[in-house]
């Protein structure tokens, strides 16, 4: 790859071993000539990186943990990659998003750990293309502000909110956070969801699903965390917080409906009757390399759909006895910051126990209403404040798991 070329944009991709950053990296391995790949980031995969940068060799990798960063330098030597500077830790990454080296951040690290580096790629004016929902849902007001001040451009990469962005009018698209869609004909967005593994299950049955089964998405190929929450369609209440901030709606102003199939990725209802929507076959790559090259169109490597085989649209609305996360996300939406802050903590906190099999996965609504019921009248101000309030119902959702998990341990005796 040409290192110097101009014509290219130069992209950061932070989160570069997850699911997002592997199909990020397979849409710009299609085009060499358009992208380049300056710097990566990972946690602790250092076989993937290691595999990544022997590709794309890009100038930086942050590494968060140290001891891994270690291990790259050395499996780097041993291939003569000297050259490949190698960091570690969080002030690493926040230095990696805003570097002038850069001018598109693919932001898609999960979960809170994401919010810093993606902020820092904001305030840096980058163009940034955002997997991260946490950062929209544990700051969203001081997230768009940040937006506003530096000028950088925000693309969605979920497919419901990238959906929602092709379906709008090229004005609106030019301003994601400050849009203003009543104005321009719009009535409301509609979000859909696949309702997950689970559709079809009972309330009862809730109670004794498995870890694997929660995270065998029926459409959708993602990290286990992700899995677990459109499990318990925690993912669409995230999505629907998040959708609020990138377009400047209220609450009341989304709508959820199930659509099984995963074909349909999200509408957009106007004023006179129409409903515009975006389809695909269910690919994140699609959605990245529409975010990669807007607004022009490139090749993501997606087969496009095939009409005369792909399955009836069916629609539903949601239980929201079966769920309830979903539920508590909109009234959290609809309470503000805090409640939306605690929430997005506590559920991290929920998930990660689950996955451990030290609770139950009806405990996971338990831990998250509890939390957001604690902390629902918290003011947040700044990020500092952000930060704290996180640790706080972080902590305090830990309690809870360490109640749940005593109590599951006793059933098992």
Known sequence: MLKNDKNKRQICILGSTGSIGVSTLDVIRLHSDKFNVVSL?????????????????????????????????LRLAGENLESIEVKS?????????????????????????????????????????????????????????????SGAQLLPIDSEHNAIFQSLPWQEQARVGHCQLTQNGISKILLTGSGGPFRTKQVSELEHVTPSQACAHPNWDMGRKISVDSATMMNKGLEFIEAKWLFNV??????????????????????????????????MRTPIAHAL???????????????????SFEFQSVDYEKYPNLKLAIEAC??????????????EVAVAAFLDEQIKFTDIYKINETSVMKFVSEQVCNIKEVISLDARAREFALSIVDKFSTSKLKEQN
């Open 334 to 347: 609809e309470s503000g910051q805090g409640a939306c802050t605690a929430l997005n903590a506590a559920n």
């Open 250 to 283: 209220e609450a009341s102003d989304i709508q959820v409906i199930l659509h099984p199939q995963s074909t349909i990725h999200s509408m957009v209802q106007y004023k006179d009757g129409s409903v515009i929507a975006q389809m695909g076959n269910p690919d």
């Open 41 to 73: 980031s990972a946690h602790a995969s250092v076989d993937k990186v290691l595999a990544q940068c022997l590709e794309f060799q890009p100038k930086t990798v942050v590494m968060v943990s140290q001891s891994h960063a270690e291990q790259l330098i």
């Open 89 to 149: 830790g969080v002030d690493a990454l926040v230095e990696l998003a805003s570097s002038n080296q850069t001018d598109t951040v693919m932001a898609a690290i999960v979960g809170a750990a994401g919010l810093m580096p993606t902020l820092a790629a904001v305030q840096a004016g980058k163009r940034v293309l955002l997997a991260n929902k946490e950062a929209l849902v544990t700051s969203g007001a001081i997230f768009i502000e940040a937006v506003k001040q």
């Open 293 to 311: 090259a807007y607004p022009e169109r490139i090749e993501s490597g997606v087969a496009p759909l095939d009409f005369f085989n792909a399955p």
